[in-house]
């Protein structure tokens, strides 16, 4: 069993930055090879944001946080953090911390096993 808690949502300003972080414990963690931040906005799909594999090797972004968001993690992915700059009012939504057993081969892939409960993040005009 793994366990993934999100924490960092909050309120910011448009143009402001946060940083998530994103906690895994559980006895079978070791199998996990890659961890992704994905979003769901209010009346949307939960779409894929981020992704980081064990070695920080494969790393990948989806096309609209790009240059504004960056992911990183310790070797073993025990904590993985993304870090939001520039945000934009479009950003508001909750964000969640996923984990799966195989390496990510390329960005906007959804199919985690284990998820966390989500934090908020909402940007202000």
């Known amino acids: 069993q793994v366990q993934l808690v999100e924490s960092g949502g909050g309120l910011v300003q448009a143009g402001g930055s946060l940083r998530l972080s994103c906690t895994a414990s559980?006895?079978?963690?070791?199998?996990?090879?890659?961890v992704g931040w994905f979003r769901q906005a209010p009346g949307r799909e939960r779409e894929f944001v981020a992704s980081i594999s064990r070695s920080g090797g494969s790393i990948y972004y989806a096309d609209s946080v790009k240059g504004r968001f960056t992911i990183s993690g310790d070797n073993l992915l025990n904590t993985v953090s993304l870090q939001m700059n520039s945000l934009k009012l479009e950003d508001t939504a909750v964000y969640y911390c996923?984990?799966?057993?195989?390496?990510?081969?390329?960005?906007?892939?959804?199919?985690?096993?284990?998820w966390g409960q989500g934090t908020q993040v909402t940007v202000s005009s």
């Open positions: 559980g006895r079978t963690f070791i199998s996990q090879y890659t």
């Open positions: 996923a984990s799966k057993s195989t390496l990510a081969t390329r960005a906007y892939e959804v199919d985690f096993d284990s």
